[in-house]
């Protein structure tokens, strides 16, 4: 029982907390602290240290180090002190549970809180009030935080951006406007991107050589390599709005700087470079001559080339050849295309392998979905046993049974384990593949490879191949192709040779043990 003389005035703390929005609603240290004296001296207290914390939310006690500081002062001081000093309850938290917790802690040193601005007391209704004015100023606080998240999707999904603009562009009463210094150059840059001779450190060179520099807050840094990174991946260049938060894509309010065939060919470049951003090859893909580089030599091993030739009677004529010259004779454009579908329609799987193939994927989808969702079910459930873990460990560390470094460093032992959860809990994949869209692309490509060939566009035709034909072409000037088929086709067209049946009187039998053989990459 804590007892005073006449002569030695009551000693009391005060906590002052202003989080940076607060400071232009008045709520500034010095205001706060100018009214907690008045109120000390009314209440007869004498003020024996301050506690200032700026900065920081209320929301959760979490990062709050001046807050620890002062409890673990009371607690120290306990014979001396009779008071905390507060502007407002919502000073010390805006969680109701955290409050309590807190006054509690207090509480059991004898020592009161006290609200410069409210009505605060020991009687039994003053703590009730004061309960309640805790619970309001979290209804306060959630109801804000529901406002901004609302409006914050609401503008999200009107096309329009939080934060500042990306480089190229500013703020303009709220709309994304092009930034007349920076504009065009960023969008030079977009273009000598896209030839594919510049590496994301060249390409960051030449932007700051040209002026172009990351402003973060009111101090502006050069560019590097992952800064670039992040501008040619960004859609908000085509017009797109995106969000790590929310999973839509926006059509945006602001003008796009660059079209899409412009920005996915800077994404092709960008996914075929190294961690380590090295040169990208030369890109030989031609709308003229879809086989170059692609086929090559059956005696060298060399890529062939290809080019125009103009005849006696000045025509030209499209062929390829040796890019080594080991052999000088040339191949004409249409003899090696011509032997090159032939080939396609010779492997392309016949109607009853390509129904067998699609019902055994459709099982094993089903399989791996079921799968996935019972993982993304165990995450979710670790997730909320860890909160409850670190609800523990907060009430544990206020109530004094686990100090301060042991609070932090069990804290971020949860926080490991949390982003593990979090990844597992990923349903990214499962959103993006719809196994009834897929089984459509696969029959009407797998149908007529040849046909599928004639109508590709000469990207498309290197993922054709590549597919098929993993280990390459090799033109044996004989008019023949040395080629090896990929283990998947060869499955699917040694599916008909199997003594299953591929029907029955009960219906169609799949051939489960082929396809977990064949498939690995897909079984397991």
């Avoid at 605060?120 to 003053?126: C, Q």
Wanted: charge should be positive; glycine fraction near 6%.
């Amino acid at each position: 029982m804590k007892t005073f003389s006449d002569e030695s005035p009551k000693k009391a703390v005060i906590y002052l907390r202003v989080s940076s929005e607060e400071q232009v609603e008045n709520y500034s240290l010095d205001t706060q602290e100018e009214i907690c004296r008045k109120e000390a001296s009314r209440r007869g207290y004498e003020v024996v240290e301050m506690f200032k914390e700026e900065g920081r939310s209320a929301k959760t006690i979490i990062g709050r180090p001046v807050l620890i500081n002062l409890l673990e002062y009371c607690r120290k001081n306990k014979q001396n002190i009779s008071a905390v000093i507060v502007y407002r309850l919502d000073r010390v938290s805006r969680q109701t549970t955290d409050y309590l917790a807190i006054r509690k802690k207090l509480s059991d040193n004898n020592i009161t809180v006290i609200s410069a601005s409210e009505p605060t007391g020991d009687r039994p209704t003053d703590k009730l009030v004061e309960t309640m004015l805790a619970s309001i100023a979290q209804l306060d606080n959630d109801v804000r935080g529901e406002r901004a998240r609302n409006g914050l999707r609401a503008r999200f999904m009107s096309g329009l951006i939080s934060g500042k603009a990306p480089l190229g562009y500013k703020l303009k009463s709220g709309f994304a406007v092009k930034d007349p210094k920076t504009y065009d150059k960023v969008k030079d840059a977009w273009d000598l991107m896209a030839t594919g001779t510049k590496s994301l450190k060249e390409i960051a060179v030449i932007m700051n050589e040209w002026g172009l520099y990351e402003t973060r807050g009111k101090k502006q840094y050069a560019l590097r390599a992952q800064t670039t990174c992040r501008i040619f991946r960004s859609k908000f260049y085509i017009g797109i709005i995106t969000s790590r938060k929310y999973p839509d894509e926006v059509r945006g309010q602001h003008v796009p700087m660059i079209d899409e065939k412009q920005f996915y060919k800077v994404q092709a470049i960008l996914d075929g470079r190294n961690p380590k951003f090295a040169t990208p090859k030369r890109d030989h893909i031609s709308d003229d001559f879809p086989l170059r580089r692609i086929v090559k030599c059956a005696r060298c091993g060399v890529g062939l080339t290809a080019a125009w030739s103009r005849g006696r009677s000045g025509k030209h004529y499209a062929y390829y050849r040796c890019s080594s010259k080991c052999n000088t004779i040339s191949i004409k454009l249409v003899d090696l295309e011509s032997t090159l579908i032939n080939l396609l329609k010779k492997v392309t799987p016949t109607a009853k392998c390509l129904d067998l193939f699609l019902d055994s994927m459709s099982t094993l989808y089903r399989e791996r979905l079921s799968k996935i969702q019972k993982i993304q079910k165990d995450a979710e459930n670790e997730i909320s046993r860890l909160k409850d873990l670190r609800q523990v460990l907060v009430q544990k560390n206020l109530s004094g049974i686990f100090s301060d470094e042991i609070f932090k460093e069990q804290n971020a032992m949860i926080e490991d384990q949390m982003i593990n959860a979090q990844l597992f809990q990923d349903d990214t994949l499962v959103e993006k593949y719809n196994i009834e869209t897929l089984t459509t692309f696969v029959k009407t490509f797998l149908a007529d490879l040849g046909e599928t060939y004639k109508r590709s566009t000469p990207s498309q035709i290197r993922v054709l191949l590549g597919s098929v034909f993993p280990k390459g072409l090799a033109w044996n000037y004989d008019g023949t192709l040395n080629h090896k088929i990929s283990p998947m086709y060869q499955a699917i067209m040694d599916a008909q040779t199997e003594s299953t049946p591929l029907g029955g009187g009960e219906g169609v039998r799949t051939l489960l043990s082929l396809a977990g053989s064949r498939f690995p990459g897909v079984c397991n």
